[in-house]
């Protein structure tokens, strides 16, 4: 019986060894698995990807300073003309650019997920070999110490047991510690992995952006080109009547704003007038397609005729357009033909706002609105009702104007 416990003993004592050995190579010495080659193979792609980055970032700068000095002479056509070739070019090396960045970043997810797999693999082969540890230890506690003096041949050989079990406890602890890293990496790999994911869908909205950007400088470059084909008498002309055209609306919002706001005080309306607020406004429309012209743009397709008085936002045909602030409708002008098309809006403090390429109109002149209360339809595909003449694509043409001078609408949004 004695013999039978001694041999169990020295099994359990074996076997611990054994685990131990495991788990030391599970630590210090793990080999490369599939898994960690193809994450090897991806960050080697990854860096590839990074390097014909580098080289593109290098042409659109080189695009950029040209624009930048084209801007910087003289506000002609041909001149226009120019800076839109560069435009054009530039803007197809930024979906170039994205598209490559896209690339690396599906691949950057690629790594991330195969990471979390070999993270997971090893969280759940410590945990395997720390479960066999406590039931080795439980084993171990069951054994009296007179049972361990007895299977040893020597009071030699029962403190190097002695040692040997604080060895396992000291070794256990530093695998739960090893253990609670492993679950400390993979979480922070399961958070780059979800950062990743949303920069990915960040570069897509980005490059939906920039090609929408390109069909507009594409529309606006067929448009200068005709121009350009024009004798010099014809081309005097017409751009002598886009200029014509929007001096007269230019004069004429001004005018209607300064006749309207004195007809509310002769009404006795200003009381009511007032109550809406004082003009903080409100973005017109949703607005995460961006902006595809600012407040004086250097940028304008069209800035040789005259400089752009407001904001261009992005935005599909036929979107519902909201007041920016309570106000009252002073001119609804829209004609159902392709000619353009714009509201205006009066409010407190000298401001008002104006709603251009509507189109269809869903309020009349001479009522109040509040703010957020649908106004119209934008508009402005070339050729469509209240587009007018200088439009490219889609969009809002949004002024705000104070004492009737256009200012920067971006002074008054949130």
């Known amino acids: 019986m004695y013999q039978n416990k ?15 050995v495991s788990l030391l190579l599970t630590n210090f010495f793990i080999l490369p698995t599939k898994a960690e080659e193809d994450v090897t193979i991806l960050n080697q792609q990854i860096e590839q990807k990074r390097r014909e980055i580098d080289v593109l970032q290098k ?3 080189a695009y950029a300073e040209q624009i930048k000095i084209k801007q910087q002479e003289a506000r002609g056509l041909q001149n226009q003309i120019s800076i839109i070739d560069n435009q054009i070019a530039k803007i197809n090396l930024d979906i170039e650019s994205t598209n490559i960045r896209i690339e690396e970043n599906q691949l950057a997810i690629q790594a991330a997920n195969l990471e979390i797999k070999v993270l997971e693999n090893r969280i759940k082969d410590q945990k395997a070999k720390i479960s066999e540890y406590l039931r080795l230890i439980h084993r171990n506690d069951q054994i009296s110490p007179l049972e361990i003096v007895l299977n040893h041949d020597s009071f030699s050989d029962f403190f190097d047991q002695i040692k040997y079990t604080e060895e396992i406890h000291n070794d256990l602890k530093n695998a739960l510690s090893g253990l609670k890293n492993e679950k400390i990496n993979f979480e922070k790999e399961k958070n780059d992995l979800e950062g990743k994911i949303k920069l990915e869908n960040e570069l897509k909205d980005q490059l939906q952006s920039q090609r929408s950007e390109l069909e507009e400088r594409n529309t606006a470059q067929g448009m200068l080109l005709v121009q350009a084909r024009l ?14 055209e929007q001096q007269q609306a230019n004069s004429e919002i001004s005018s209607i704003e300064k ?14 007038f007032k109550d809406f607020g004082d003009a903080r406004l409100a973005w017109p429309l949703d607005h995460s397609r961006g902006i595809s012209a600012y407040f004086h743009d250097p940028d304008y397709p069209f800035r040789y005729i005259f400089e752009h008085p407001a904001i261009d936002i992005r935005a599909y045909q036929g979107t519902t357009l909201t007041a920016a602030e309570s106000g009252y409708v002073a001119r609804v002008k829209f004609a159902g033909d392709s ?14 706002t104006v709603y251009g390429h509507v189109s269809k109109p869903l309020v009349k002149e001479d009522q109040y609105v509040t703010k957020g209360q649908a106004i119209a339809l934008s508009g402005g595909m070339p050729g469509t009702p209240g587009s007018g003449n200088l439009s490219t694509g889609p969009h809002l043409h949004f002024e705000v104007r104070l004492g009737g001078i256009p200012v920067n609408p971006l002074e008054y949004l949130p």
């Open 6 to 20: 001694k041999q169990k003993y020295k099994k359990y004592y074996r076997l611990s060894q054994l685990l131990l």
């Open 59 to 61: 042409e659109i700068d």
């Open 231 to 244: 004798t010099q008498k014809q081309y005097q002309n017409y751009q002598y009547q886009l200029q014509l």
């Open 259 to 272: 006749t309207i706001r004195a007809e509310l005080e002769q009404r006795e309306l200003a009381e009511r």
């Open 339 to 352: 000619s353009y098309a714009y509201i205006m809006l009066i409010h407190n403090n000298d401001i008002s």
